[in-house]
């Protein structure tokens, strides 16, 4: 699997992004996926991930009821809806693959594929 994501840019506070991550490969649709963000000067940190089928999601607290994970296997693609987002959700978004499980994943240790990142940035 090979993941490019897209999407980012600057957006006002209280704006909405939607993030999405193009993955190439046969295995996208049995990989369990996830998106982690990194803000400046702070390390990588866990956003969300989604199970095989879209069945199973799970959101860190700082971004629960902001922020959608969701999936369509038939066009390989994984996407982060964003609304209300705060100065604080400025970061290098990552999508990555857990391409040996189907089921969330929340470390980032356990993902062994991951995109080259989007800047999301938040500022008035």
């Known amino acids: 699997v090979q993941l490019v994501e897209s999407g980012g840019g600057l957006v006002q506070p209280g704006g909405s992004l939607r993030l999405s991550c193009a993955a190439s490969?046969?295995?996208?649709?049995?990989?369990?996926m996830g998106w982690f963000r990194q803000a400046p000067g702070k390390e990588r940190e866990f956003v969300s991930t989604?199970?095989?089928?879209?069945?199973?999601?799970y959101y860190a607290d700082s971004v629960k009821g902001r922020f959608t994970i969701s999936r369509d296997n038939a066009k390989n693609e994984l996407y982060l809806q964003m609304n209300s987002l705060k100065p604080e959700d400025t970061a290098v978004y990552y999508c990555?693959?857990?391409?040996?499980?189907?089921?969330?994943?929340?470390?980032?240790?356990?993902?062994?594929?991951w995109g080259q990142g989007t800047q999301v940035t938040v500022s008035s």
């Open positions: 990555a693959a857990d391409t040996y499980s189907d089921y969330v994943r929340l470390y980032e240790y356990e993902y062994d594929t």
């Open positions: 490969g046969r295995t996208f649709s049995r990989s369990a």
């Open positions: 989604i199970n095989w089928s879209g069945g199973r999601t």
